[in-house]
């Protein structure tokens, strides 16, 4: 297969830019090594346990595991840009919160939620917009900060309290199912779907990618970075909002403390999918194995009695695999 030409000048030579097509490259790809780790784990569940392929059983875990899964695709997003978010989880506090005082206070659940989704966007931009406009500042800091802010506002209003009785159809956004399949996961393939498509084929999923390879070259290219930083940072603080009406739709109340570590899962999944941190760098589809091999995991575990601080290991240990991986093979083709 041929690729473009470049002509340097008349008559003169010209540079091939395409690269052939190698099978040793594709299937050294980190998704591959993700899927086999994907087989391995479903095969040692399945001896440990004979429930563990049991599709009901599966849906069910998945299900209330999946409200954290949906954050993946914006962490994707923000990662691309070589920035971090570990605001997320006292976001879906606040956002949940807000909904909660809302309703409490007689505002119709369908409003309250639409509240909900507004406080989560609004505490993106208030990132965004700080990160955007104070470059020197590290988004790490910043979120770091607002991770502390937000969790506490959301600590003030409800205090020790807790928000209950919102309307029984509420919790088909949790537990309802669409024939066989859980309406959550059908909503995180749909979403799979979207954020493939923007992230690998549009304008605005490869800009992402420049501006993570670098930032500045992407900048006197033409591209407003300060603008991507801010659109990015505002899907991510919506998505927290739409995590927080599926978590309280799960536990059918508000709490203040809820969503508690749920930052470190969610980057824990996207790096883990193949995404670098320092940005540039991943493919949705690792990042959706990924997701769905950490749920299983967490499930198969549970089933066999496995203690928690093993998973934990586990985890930690697949961590510095995937962040190993591109370094050795870059010291490989050295």
């Given amino acids: 297969m041929t690729g473009p030409k470049i002509a340097m000048a008349a008559h003169s030579r010209t540079i091939d830019s395409s690269r052939p097509f190698s099978f040793r490259r594709f299937f050294l790809q980190w998704e591959w090594m993700l899927m086999i780790i994907f087989i391995l784990i479903n095969v040692f569940n399945a001896v440990r346990s004979p429930n563990y392929l049991v599709f009901d059983n599966i849906m069910n875990n998945l299900q209330g595991l999946f409200d954290k899964a949906i954050l993946v695709f914006p962490m994707m ?58 470059p020197e500042l590290s988004s790490m800091i910043v979120t770091l900060s607002t991770m ?76 407003q970075t300060a603008r991507y930083k801010i659109i990015v940072f505002t899907i991510m603080g919506l998505f927290a909002g739409i995590a927080a009406l599926f978590l309280a739709s799960k ?41 769905v091999m950490l749920s299983l995991l967490r499930f198969g575990l549970g089933i066999t009695n496995v203690p928690a601080q093993i998973l934990l290991i586990i985890i930690g240990a697949l961590l510095i695999i995937a962040v190993a991986i591109p370094n050795i093979k870059q010291s490989f083709k050295r």
């Fill in 148 to 223: 502390i802010i937000f969790r506490g506002i959301a600590s003030i209003i409800l205090e020790d309290g807790a928000v209950t009785g919102f309307p029984r159809w509420f919790q088909f956004l949790a537990w309802g199912r669409v024939g066989n399949l859980s309406f959550i996961i059908l909503f995180f393939f749909v979403l799979a779907a979207i954020f493939a498509y923007v992230i690998h084929f549009t304008r605005f999923g490869r800009n992402l990618y420049a501006m993570g390879n670098n930032e500045t070259a992407a900048k006197y290219s033409g591209i």
């Fill in 77 to 134: 997003m923000v990662i691309l840009l070589g920035q971090i978010d570990i605001s997320i989880a006292s976001t879906m506090a606040l956002s949940a919160t807000v909904m909660g005082v809302a309703y409490e206070s007689g505002m119709p659940m369908g409003m309250a939620m639409i509240v909900c989704l507004v406080a989560g966007a609004a505490c993106g931009l208030f990132n965004g917009v700080i990160i955007a406009k104070f």
């Fill in 251 to 291: 536990m059918s109340s508000v709490r203040p403390n809820i969503a508690l570590g749920y930052e470190l899962d969610v980057i824990a999944m996207v790096v883990l999918g193949g995404v670098i941190n320092t940005g540039g760098k991943g493919r949705v589809i690792g990042v959706v194995i990924s997701a």
